[in-house]
């Protein structure tokens, strides 16, 4: 997820909170878990969304599985996080691909892309994977199934824009398509449905009332957009100011989300620099626990941020670097992440990676 602009954000609706950390009790620290959802994979140790990053991430020992989701042209839906192939990620090997929108690409015509050659430039201490594929979400889901953990979860993410309608398929794929086959391979009860989108949200939810929904905030989607569309197109017919004073807690609860899951601040730089903006806040995090929800900020990647959100309470952290998140967790004395497990290349060879 990347869904961030430089608007300004107003103190009313965030509020501040003090950066100096207090060691946790020994009262805290006996029931405190710290969950790690390994973003697109984990991106900054392996190739993006690709079987390879997520077998890596279940070795590590993240809880959670964080990936994204689009259709082909043939219907397929397919675990990537852009709408767009782009020739910083994946490159062609046979036909003209890159730069088309995957709704416009067949499975077939995708697969021919190498997408684990490109080293992005700001994560270059990734492990390349040359000729890894762009995946399906059930090959994703047999490769979790190979692994063999029960424990793992997968947070999925519906790609589409409100008002960008004819990059991706419609909305009413997105709510008809994807919980039948999460239902089918047993993996509705283990997976979470995330977007910034809230339409979604509000249509699956209203279809499979049981799904654990996800909605995601960013500074972007909580101000009337400045696109040409008045309003709040992201929010699912939500006018924020006029129907919640502005509280994007209480939305969120309206259209009965599992888990708030905003960015974690803005402005640059981590917690502890001066043009930081946060955007999770310990009060931000006790309103939402009194109002049922969890807690779960992205993308923090800095051992200083994960530290004053996992003090302000956060249920669980998205990372490109979930090791960190683990690391910090439990040097201050939390139990995080789950057992790390021994690879297993026959699940990759399973799952169309070329290593």
Known sequence: ???????????????????????PSTEERAWKKVRVQAHRGGLGL????????????????????????????????????????????????????????????????LKTLDCGSMQLSSYKQAKLAPGAQIQTLEEVLDLVECYGDSQVEINLETKLDPIVSNETFPLQAYVDNIIPILKRRRFDKRTYIQSFDWRTLIGIKKKFPSTRTVALIDDTNIIPDDRGVSGYPWLGGID???????????????????????????????????????FVTKEVV?????????????????EVTIDKLITDGVDM????????????????????????REPRPQCLSEASLQL
């Open 240 to 278: 924020l100011q006029k129907d919640y004073g502005g509280d994007w807690v209480k939305a969120a609860k309206s259209i009965k989300a599992t888990v708030l899951s905003p960015v974690h601040g803005t402005g640059g730089g981590t917690a502890n620099s001066p043009e930081y903006k946060p």
């Open 46 to 109: 392996r190739p993006e969304s690709t079987a390879y990053a997520f077998a890596y991430a279940m070795e590590i020992g993240a809880n959670v599985l964080e990936m994204d989701m689009v259709f082909t042209k043939d219907g397929i839906p397919v675990i990537w996080h852009d709408h767009q192939i782009s020739g910083t990620k994946c490159k062609d090997t046979t036909g003209n691909f890159v730069g088309k929108f995957i709704a416009n690409i067949t499975l077939a015509e």
């Open 286 to 302: 006790e309103r939402a626990h009194k109002l049922g929800l969890q807690v779960v900020p992205w993308t923090v990647d800095d």
């Open 317 to 340: 952290i998205i990372s490109d670097y979930p090791e960190r998140v683990k690391h910090v967790a439990r040097d201050r004395g939390y139990a995080s992440g789950l057992r790390t």
């Open 1 to 23: 997820m990347v869904k961030i602009s430089g608007t300004p954000l107003s103190i009313a609706a965030v509020g501040f909170a003090a950066l100096t950390q207090a060691a």
